[in-house]
């Protein structure tokens, strides 16, 4: 395999090649029920629990479509600007692997449920790329294999397999981008801000949990080089199942380098799928495409057509929420955020929190400056998302509450916060615990003061001169003194009283 | 045991056999005789006779007493479950069943007792009908002759050399040999039709998805179709209205009312089809048909327009592509509908000893659990749905099929039904046409049709063939949704056929010598 120090430098990549991607997104709709049976669609059941003998593929069972999955569907589509078909079928997709109970995928072939559209993606410097969208489709899960006794827990070497079908047939919206080219060395950026933008859009419309750590939003990654001043594709590979949004930039940015380097050499790509290496930041090859991948794809004969009336497809647009991006710029209005403001509220993935958090009473830039500081470098020492964090935006706000009420200092405040993070109970309870409370009694204050003038005496004597920002250091030593339960402004008022300064 | 017993035969020797279901149903009801000693006298002419027929795959003897029972019980009570029940039934081995095993005829499923039952098992079950056992077939319905079992082939009780048709040979054997009154078919490309034409018996495909295929193994999803099998028309029409009507477990059964298919039957009865216009088709019952077929297929016909009839010919130039495409589609649709069988979840398991990987579990099991027909039909679908053959082959097979509904909406555009012979030929012998395919497939020539347009269809005994004196088969065809049209007309021909003849046809089944 190509070591990293081998391959070319990103920058000569660019300077050589034209990258193209392609994205193929797999949602796991969060209906109540499986796409084809009655089937609980949930998450994390005792395995083998959540079957029938329509989603175990038993002999003569027949299936029969979840309306709410095509519902989701169409609104996914209506919410990418794709047509809706006005008339489409299932297709069996056709191979065999033990943990799909039909060995055969009924999916969508060449009718796809919706198509033509595209998303607006909103890049880190606040640029906006569109991504064309080719398709949408509806398909069912496959069941979970788990491989025991090899390494990393890959079919390859391993001793026998469990087959968990609880996933099997749960409904999956595939959605496939048209290929993105011109977007340079911002191709994994792209990358990148396409798959989170989908997955903000999806979770505001309900349809998903779009959750990538438990594999309900999963992402494979094409990507190809095409020499500069050439036109066409070159060979591609599909980087498969990247699971998290970091890792789809570095995916694609490793390729690059990595077929850059092949091309550069004279060798030629191998189309072919790839795994992605979270530790390493490395590709590694996965099955040859060329072998066996003839599906047979022919019309599912167990299944109707599905025509949507138009009447219905504009009610569901109707029940469409608002899009992110008319969100983005409403609350950039309501909130009076300059555009980097927004951008970094945006990239925090703070602004449901935040909106939340401003709906339980706070103010919008107490309750960003909490998120988007605070809280996201607590998310980031925890290496999870923002929204995992076990702090409610009600708690938040409450704790905003508080400080604005004088009952908290800024510090106490981060004090409260993190005993909700370590699951110590809602904040006035951890106050309780901890005896946390501003120090205001003016006679214990006051001994401290005088305590810290005595202590630093040339400091005292630069305030009774009139330099007032001397003070600084003396209220610093009572805050110290106090352990940080002292209201700050308070000492401050004492300590130029005792300096006879007011 | 004696070396030989003879097992008298017919209606006369032993009464409650002999009688149809309509017959049995009525002395049930009217307390003249018990479910029970009706479903006793089966069990008992069972247990004497199959040696020679070998119908059954499994028959239970307890389960099927306790079914006569309760519909004894429910009678008792005053709230007999339908018209039908307390009489008994032969259920082909391709529908699922519960309390019995269900093994399509093959050694992948052999001994597999399936955790669900299928619709038409649940409606028998909800209507009080007993059902005996599961009757031998074609592995995975496929063939013509019931030789593919897996399980030894099934003997037409007519001459126990030759074949009884098949798929479903064994539901139609056991008709013809009075072990059951009634039975179930499923007829992808006239497995109901055709065994019923050699047997002498009546066997209907009712409109698809006029019948759920739930809980039906599938050979070809866009082709089965299960029905009413019986030695009457009348009973075929009782039995269809039990198992019949929309399952919103089936995405492809009709959500209709069900057609008055007794209610025709009855008034076909009377004799009169005045009023009624038959379409003969043209392309079928020449050249390459048996003589006794076409004898018996014209004097069918002048017995039709001495009925009433307005008969007229009606060319249906596509129907000779009809093999053809449904040689394609339907083992297209097999090689997928098979895939499951990959021993991971259920049926047959071959080699897995600890040292072989999945795959080659997966290969052995089914080398060895799928027969020679089964394993030809998933190559030839495999094949016809590869890339780059799949217009060639699966696309233009359904271009076909398109223009044989065309053809059938033109020719009930002039008539309200199609006649044809059932089969070009009367049962062949046992091992004829084992090695050569394209003959056996030729079996199907005049069913296949309405398999591939979806509409109704019956085969209704016609009378023996002069030169072997086997049974021959009248089909009628009729639109979709018009099912009520076969019993009709098929009620009309069957009381003139037996008023013209000294003795009802299946008195003349032979007796069964068993050794």
Known sequence: MTAVAEIMDYDEVLRRFDPVLGLEVHVELSTATKMFCGCANEFGAEPNTRVCPVCLGMPGALPVVNGSAVESAIRIGLALDCQVAEWCRFARKNYFYPDMPKNFQTSQYDEPIVFDGGLDVVLDDGETFRVGIERAHMEEDTGKSSHVGGASGRIHGAEHSLLDYNRAGVPLIEIVTKPITGAGERAPEIARAYVTALRDLLRSMGVSDVRMDQGSLRCDANVSLTPKGESGFGTRTETKNVNSFRSIERAVRFEMRRQASLLENGSEIVQETRHFDESTGETSSGRRKEEAEDYRYFPEPDLVPIAPSREWVEQLRGTLPEMPWERRRRVQEQWG???????????????????????????????????????????NERGVELAELSVTPAQVARVIELVGEGKLTHKLARQVIDGVLEDRGEPDEVIAADGIEVVSDDSSLQAAVDEALAAQPDAAEKIRGGKVQAAGAIVGAVMKATQGQADAKRVRELVLAACGQQ | MSSTTSVPDGPGSTELTGLAASELAAKIAAGEVSAVEVTRAHLDRIEAIEPAVHAFLHVDREAALDAA??????RANGTPASPLAGVPLALKD???????????????????????????????????????GKTNMDEFAMGSSTENSAFGPTRNPWDTDRIPGGSGGGSSAALAAFEAPLAIGTDTGGSIRQPAAVTGTVGVKPTYGGVSRYGLVAFSSSLDQAGPCGR???D??????????HDPMDSTSVNAPVPKVTAAAREGADGDLRGVRVGVVREFGGEGYQQGVRDSFRTAVDTLTSLGAEVVEVSCPHFEYALGAYYLIAPSECSSNLARFDAMRYGLRVGDDGTRSTEEVMSLTR?????????????????????????????????VRTLITRDFEAAFGQVDVLVSPTTPT?????????DDPMA????DLCTIPSNLAGNAAMSVPSGLSAEDGMPVGLQIMAPAMADDRLYRVGAAYEAARDAASEVSLLDRVPRLEVA
């Open chain 2, 94 to 132: 391709v529908l699922t069943t519960t309390d019995m095993p269900t093994t399509c005829g093959s050694r992948m499923l052999e001994g597999w007792t399936p955790p669900y039952d299928s619709t038409v098992a649940a409606r028998l079950r909800d209507a009080g009908v007993v059902v005996l």
């Open chain 2, 69 to 74: 029972r309760r519909a004894d019980e429910q």
């Open chain 1, 337 to 379: 955020l300059s555009d980097e403001e927004l951008r970094d509220l945006v990239n925090a993935s703070a602004l449901d929190l935040v909106a939340a958090t401003v709906d339980a009473g706070a103010s919008p830039s107490e309750a960003r400056s909490w998120w988007v500081a605070y809280l996201s470098q607590r998310a």
């Open chain 2, 367 to 399: 080398e060895q659990g799928f027969g020679p027909e089964v394993k030809r039909r998933i190559m030839l679908g495999t094949y016809a749905l590869s890339s780059g053959y799949y217009d060639a082959y699966y696309g233009q097979a359904q271009k």
């Open chain 2, 440 to 443: 056996m497939y030729r079996a």
């Open chain 2, 232 to 234: 009457t028309v009348l």
């Open chain 2, 426 to 434: 009367t049962a062949f012998r046992i091992g004829e046409r084992v």
């Open chain 2, 236 to 245: 075929a029409a009782m039995l269809h209205e039990v198992i019949a009507g």
